[in-house]
């Protein structure tokens, strides 16, 4: 073999860039030849490349000698480790990868390596610590991008593990691990049909990858390969007892299979090993739910809530109420809008199409995972079967990843058949888009499968809901919803749903029967001589009041019995609760016949042949069932409800003209059944007659259905094209206002709802979030002048106000009109006559623009001057020179700048005023994601030094041209050398910082220093020098011998000095270290802890659960601006806290506060502090 032979660093340093490139671009094997050559002798190649060959033997024979003659080989020590990992001597492995980790830091593969040891281990944290080493050397390692995004999700993050795990894809699309991985984040996120699609992918790339074939048959559900499935888990599970991510699959499985049993034990196994896992929690809560215990689900979806938020969990929570009793529809409907809300604000609305022309067919598209034999199918197929062709073109776009013979029949009965069942939303989108869609149709509402994150992005001019889900969608995206009279009162119902409601005439539906219905039975109280009541409903809808008006039935029949069939009874739990529920009623099990769910048709069709009166629940109704019931002969007696779901039965008996079925209460209900059970003859002739009346009903009328399905399909278009389908919702209202106190006991008058991010901030804060406020405090005095450019709600103007008293003044200036009232209503409310607030938007010319409305009046901005625009109102714009000749200020003490990205055109459009009155100028620096670099340049031509403040001391030091900026850094201060000295006489700005103030030298002096830097009587200059001393001499400390309390020190030094994302960083690493079960905090460490106030928390266990208390407040409450921001990252870092056995009235109260914004007065946040 050639062997390669480097003599210079430049040689070396160039081959590692080649190979990271080629890395990237999925060329591994080169690349790890050429980065090993960059620093390697012949000796390693040769070891290198009989390793490569699979001569271990000879690779390990090799680099011993080579380590022999040269001990410091970092990669010598790394392979050979690579090999000891491969023989599973970990303990030697992991010796040999932290002697290359000493030696070449810099190195990724050690950390990586080190990170498998601590894997295999099942060390989850430490490798993932490992991981995030190796990537800190080289962002772009795909083995370690891959490798973490493994552990997140083993871990329960399966947000972080998306995240990197597509990093990983798109730096290494060949590498067929990367693609199984992504996989694997997707089917914990219940996004199988990607998942799916990632398999797929990894398996085109490797075909044998055995991981990515076992759990491609577990998304697909594929039952010939389930076994094979739970095989491959136990397996694992063998050499990892204590993962639970395997419990989870084989319970996936399992609940597949119908084994719902011990699914449940596996994943009640899985949450003993992982209470966080969210993924068992999630399938938990399904379980009980399936078992007929919405109680149980509901609690396990409220638990996961609490601490992260998920559609899809708080869709099904939403639709667990259905089952309630007592949830009004208004009820039902606020909670879907607030799940609607959160997907609508991610998700851009695409760019509306003009509404379809009436000469020509429309374009239906309808969308549904029920294109196959389920109960949707009896009502939908009789519309598609009917649709006038050459009116409508019928497009079907399935989401039904395994279709039957059912799907087939759909597939045939469509024009267009698209199958979007592993397509991502944005490609469903642009499929939408190309077949011009003129009507989008909603098959499954919030049932399983639904793609409502398409219709909240509003891609066809017309969107409605229908059949699948008895409740509104949410979405104000979505235009309509189909019922009827009935179903949905006039006058009573439109206040349920977020989408017009559109009544057909006479009953919503259409019904075909099933084609292999057998002939209807006699009734079999004939033969047996006692009547038999029956429901074949889901289990679920079997509600408390449900089994006591039952059992009120049963005790006023003698010798009466209740065949109910659900899968929930193929359950331990679903058989319980029920005999359990009726027994306390009175009713003993030999009276009960609970049947499972059996798939074949004709089987549960003959079963209705047992029964002699079927009893509808409430306020779920049946409707399949019911439908089913009638075809069959038996009679159904229903309860008329107050929301559609409990009005379903009313409508169909009205269609068959059988109100004498339907009850208006519990009373009646129970005397209706009562009586229909003594009733012989009456029984027998509707057994006789039930199935020719259905027939002859209008549910049966298909074509005439269908035309007024069209019909309205048709009006709905002349309103959208007429303008007549705009409507307001009856649930609009104006936000109430509420008065809120800002830190120096102003009073501020707010829109009161927790989307307002100062109403949420003052709640959450009892102050603005900017550190800057305080400062501004300090600098202004009773009597002086003060401007705010933009000013919003005035949280900095109102401050002001109060400051400088009577004998001071405050221009306030606010564009937008509602804003501006609001302002000038808190002024009132404090009687600040000396606060002018002007309706103006300052920026660099007179005239008009463009001003755009946020949803946050702290996000609102100028868009264009001129007015050029149609978007945004149109305001009046000053300049401040302008201001100046307006007003005649003759001094100007302070002047405050917030013009979202338009700083830089104020202060063009006020040189006179700077020039002439030399303020002080606080202004907003940072804007979204980046710095406004040319805004110091503007004021340097006027002769005005950046400042920054230094929170910690709060005081203004001056800005480095040279360091990095922060990213928590949002506002700089500018003043001329006068203005500068006056504050340093104040003790409040640093002009310049003169260096007399010696370093200190060791770990005590340092922590002195700091200490030193709080006392105010010392010049700021002063006071700066010594923490800038410690900070420096504490990160030389670290490097030299990173202990705990050091970093945790240096991080609180970090923070002090405004370096706060350095400290968020260092902390983050402390928190997960302090996770660790082995890690050590000695009694006799000290050290500068996070918070302060900490300080009094006393430490009632081991100092490790304390600390990382400390951490996580400081981590929950400090890694942003605002929870407002960050509110699923400050839950975790909150409930992380909890877990330390720490209840801290601060973090409890923003607990609950980032729930009622998230969830209003749900019962997700009800009683939260129990769950």
């Known amino acids: 073999m050639t062997r390669l032979r480097l003599k210079d660093r430049l040689t070396a340093r160039l081959l590692d860039w080649v190979a990271k490139g080629l890395a990237k671009r999925g060329h591994a094997a080169l690349a790890g030849q050429l980065a090993h050559a960059a620093d390697a002798g012949p000796s390693y190649l040769h070891a290198r490349a009989l390793w490569t060959e699979d001569h271990h033997d000879a690779a390990a024979a090799e680099l011993a000698a080579l380590l022999a003659n040269e001990p410091d080989h970092a990669r010598a020590h790394n392979l050979l480790g690579a090999i000891c990992l491969e023989r599973e001597d970990h303990e030697t492995a992991a010796e040999h990868f932290i002697r290359a ?17 601590h894997l295999a281990r099942h ?33 329960g993050e399966h947000g972080a593990a998306e995240r990197v795990c597509r990093r990983a894809v798109q730096l290494a699309p060949q590498f067929a691990g990367a693609h199984c991985n992504l996989g694997n984040v997707l089917l914990s996120l219940g996004r199988v049909g990607e998942a799916v699609a990632a398999y797929r992918e990894a398996l085109r790339l490797s075909p044998g990858l055995v991981e990515a074939l076992i759990n491609l048959a577990l998304a697909l559900e594929e039952p010939a390969y389930l076994v094979g499935t739970i095989d491959y888990y136990e397996k694992k599970l063998a050499l990892q007892p204590d993962s639970y991510l395997p419990q989870v699959r084989i319970a996936q499985a399992l609940q597949v299979m119908d084994r719902w049993d011990e699914a449940r034990e596996r994943l009640e196994r899985a949450l003993e090993i992982n209470p966080d896992a969210a993924e068992a929690r999630f399938l938990l809560g399904n379980n009980h739910v399936h078992a007929g215990d919405t ?16 559609p899809a969990v708080h869709s099904s929570l939403i639709f667990s109420l259905l089952y309630r009793d007592g949830v009004s529809g208004e009820t039902l409907c606020a909670e879907y809008r607030r799940w609607a809300g959160q997907l609508e604000s991610r998700r851009r609305k695409t760019p509306l199409r003009a509404p379809p022309a009436s000469d020509r067919p429309l374009r239906i598209g309808y969308v549904s995972r029920d294109f196959a034999r389920h109960s949707v199918a009896f009502f939908l197929q009789p519309i598609l079967a009917n649709h006038d062709r050459s009116r409508f073109v019928i497009h079907c776009y399935s989401t039904l990843i395994r279709g039957d013979a059912y799907t087939e029949r759909f597939r045939l009965l469509a ?64 235009d309509y919803r189909i019922g009827d009279a009935t179903t949905d009162p006039p006058g009573v119902s439109e206040a349920h749903y977020s989408e017009k409601l559109w009544r057909l005439p006479g009953c919503f539906l259409a019904y075909r029967p099933p084609d292999d219905a057998p002939e209807v039975a006699p009734p079999p109280s004939a033969a047996r001589g006692y009547v038999t009541f029956g429901s074949f409903n889901n289990a679920a809808k079997v509600n408390g009041s449900v089994i006591a008006a039952w059992a009120e039935i049963l005790a006023a029949v003698p010798n009466s019995r209740l065949l109910l069939k659900s899968y929930a009874f193929a359950t331990r739990p679903g058989r319980e609760r029920i005999e359990t529920a009726f027994a306390a009623r009175g009713v003993t099990p030999d009276r009960l016949e609970l049947v499972a769910w059996r798939p074949e048709s004709k089987h549960h069709l003959e079963l209705y042949g047992e029964i002699d009166i079927a009893l509808d629940p409430f306020p779920y109704n049946g409707t399949t069932t019911t439908c089913e019931a009638l075809w069959m002969g038996v009679p159904v007696v229903c309860l008329a409800g107050e929301r559609h779901s409990g009005r379903v039965g009313a409508s169909l008996l009205a269609a068959l003209d059988l109100s004498e079925l339907l009850a208006e209460d519990i009373r009646s209900y129970v005397r209706i059944a009562v009586e229909l059970a003594g009733e012989g003859e009456t029984l027998r002739a509707l057994r006789r007659d039930l199935r020719q009346r259905l027939s002859a009903s209008s549910l049966l009328d298909h074509a005439g259905f269908t035309r007024k399905l069209e019909s309205a399909f048709r009006a709905m278009c002349t309103a959208k094209v007429c303008g007549t389908d705009k409507t307001v919702s009856t649930t609009d209202t104006a936000a109430a206002i509420v008065e809120l106190s800002c830190g120096n006991g102003v009073r501020i008058c707010l829109p009161d709802s927790l989307e307002v991010i100062s109403r949420y901030v003052l709640e959450e804060q009892g102050d603005w979030f900017e550190d800057e406020i305080a400062l501004v405090r300090k600098l202004l005095a009773p009597g002086q002048t003060a401007l705010d450019i933009g000013a919003n709600v005035g949280v900095y103007a ?40 002007i309706e103006r938007a300052v920026c660099a010319a007179v005239g008009s623009a463009r001003f755009e409305l946020a949803e946050n009046a702290e996000l609102s901005r100028i868009l264009a001057a001129g007015g050029e625009l149609e978007t ?21 003490d302070f002047v405050k700048i917030d013009a979202e990205g338009q700083e830089a055109n104020v202060v063009r459009g006020g040189r006179r005023l700077f020039t002439e009155l030399s303020p002080l100028v606080m202004a907003e620096y940072r804007h979204g994601s980046e710095f406004n670099e040319t805004l110091p340049d503007e004021f340097a031509r006027l002769g005005y030094r950046p400042y920054r403040l230094v929170p910690g001391l709060m005081l ?33 700005l640093v002009v310049d910082q003169d260096g007399s103030e010696p370093a200190p030298r060791d770990y005590q002096e340092t922590l002195d220093s700091h200490a030193r830097a709080q006392d105010a009587t010392l010049s700021a200059s002063r006071r700066l020098g010594l923490l800038s001393g410690a900070l420096s001499t504490m990160e030389s400390l670290v490097c030299a011998a990173p202990t705990l309390a050091r970093r945790l020190s240096l991080a609180r030094l970090r923070a002090d000095y405004g370096l706060r994302e350095g400290a968020r960083r260092e902390f983050e690493r402390i928190a997960n270290e302090l996770r660790v079960e082995d890690a050590v905090v000695a009694d ?26 400390a951490v996580s407040t400081w981590l929950a409450t400090r890694s942003s601006h605002s929870t407002y921001f960050t509110p699923d990252l400050s839950l975790h870092h909150l409930h992380a806290v909890r877990k330390t056995g720490y209840r801290l009235e601060e973090t409890e109260t923003l607990i609950d506060l980032i729930l009622r914004r998230r969830y209003g007065n749900s019962c997700i946040v009800e009683g939260w502090r129990e769950l």
């Open 872 to 892: 945004g109102i149109e305001v009046e714009t000053t300049t401040l020179d302008a201001c100046l000749a307006e007003w005649g200020w003759r001094s100007l």
């Open 798 to 837: 109102l401050s002001m106000a109060e400051l400088l008293g009577p004998a001071g003044a405050v221009w306030a200036y606010e564009p937008a009109p509602a804003v501006a009232a609001l302002l000038r209503r808190s002024a009132a409310a404090n009687d600040y006559g000396g606060l002018t607030v």
């Open 956 to 988: 203004l030091a001056p800005l480095d041209g040279g360091e990095a900026r922060d990213p928590f850094l949002l506002n700089l201060f500018f003043c001329r050398d006068d203005r500068a000295r006056n504050l340093a006489a104040r003790g409040l």
């Open 295 to 310: 109680e149980r689900g509901m609690r396990e979806y409220r638990r996961l809530l609490i601490r992260q938020a998920s």
């Open 415 to 478: 024009d267009r058949w698209r199958d979007i069942s592993l397509a991502s939303t944005d490609e469903i989108l642009k499929q939408i888009a190309e077949d011009e869609i003129d009507i989008l149709v909603d098959l499954s509402g919030h049932t399983s499968g639904n793609r409502l994150a398409v219709f909240a992005a509003k891609p066809a001019p017309i969107q409605l809901t229908y059949l699948g889900h008895p409740a509104t969608t949410g979405l104000t995206a979505i």
């Open 101 to 117: 980790r000493a030696l070449r830091p810099d190195l990724p593969e050690p950390h990586n390596n080190l990170g498998n040891v």
């Open 123 to 155: 060390e989850l944290q430490r490798a993932a610590a490992c991981y995030r080493a190796a990537l800190a050397c080289d962002r772009d390692y795909v083995e370690a991008l891959t490798n973490l995004g493994s552990v997140l999700n083993s871990q």
């Open 1084 to 1109: 006799d460490d000290r050290f500068l802890l996070p918070l302060d106030y900490f300080a009094r928390i006393e430490c009632s266990g081991e100092r490790k659960t304390w600390l990382l208390a």
